[in-house]
């Protein structure tokens, strides 16, 4: 109900099987029409991977997203992720689709645990290294609390690995999707391009190549100065 007419055609026109192209000024609502359409593509069963240039740009789209999907089974079931380092305090604040916050709602105290054990190390590191008592007891200390930090990083990595596997909705970097080897192999229906005049073509090309069923770029070509791209055409005519 909070789309214009407008909006609602583009996110039709988005939905729709092939190369799809959504343009839009500043102001005319690309990041609403780009997280509706990705909340129609989610709920209809679709796997969305959306994908930026910018950690910032990510930010900005997921939380979007996350605002468009709030109620829904999809986003309650901790299927849509803001996969990387979120730069914007809106996307930190979204607790709900980051994979280290929902990890560590499913392993309840397993982060205080992490937090004492680091605490520990360093306070045991910094003894043995300034030679205050380089004690056996100290140093077996030191190798127990390692190796229990070692196997909750790995109940924390199976986690994730485990939320990317079952997510709907991946929200992450084009650099990010290209060298996690989890990423680039997960199965998606729908690639989702956002600031699509200022991601690499390489990066697009090579996410084409992996036959989605849609691959739509939003963003606005005037957006980019002419002078970076001295001999590119518009993507949009």
Request: with cysteine.
């Amino acid at each position: 109900g909070e789309l214009s007419y407008e909006q609602q055609v583009a996110v039709e026109h988005a939905c729709g099987d092939g190369l799809r192209f959504v343009w839009g000024p500043p102001g005319t609502g690309k990041t609403s029409t780009l997280a509706a359409t990705v909340a129609a593509l989610a709920t209809s069963g679709h796997r969305v991977l959306v994908v930026a240039h910018s950690n910032a740009a990510v930010d900005v789209a997921m939380v979007r997203v996350a605002e468009f999907l709030a109620g829904t089974a999809v986003l309650d079931n901790d299927q849509v992720l803001r996969v990387g380092t979120p730069h914007l305090a809106e996307a930190r604040e979204c607790l709900q689709i980051l994979p280290d916050e929902i990890v560590a709602r499913r392993f309840p105290g397993l982060g205080d645990q992490r937090r004492n054990l680091e605490k520990r190390r360093d306070v045991l590191s910094s003894e043995i290294r300034n030679g205050a008592d380089r004690s056996n007891p100290l140093a077996k200390e030191l190798d127990a609390v390692l190796s229990s930090l070692n196997e909750i990083e790995k109940q924390l990595v199976q986690g994730q690995s485990e939320l990317v596997r079952d997510a709907r909705v991946i929200g992450c970097t084009l650099a990010k999707v290209t060298i996690d080897g989890q990423l680039w192999a997960w199965q998606r229906d729908v690639v989702i391009v956002d600031e699509a005049s200022m991601a690499g073509v390489p990066y697009v090309m090579a996410l084409a190549a992996m036959a989605p069923r849609t691959l739509a770029c939003f963003g606005d070509f005037r957006q980019l100065p002419n002078s970076m791209l001295p001999s590119a055409r518009p993507l949009w005519p």
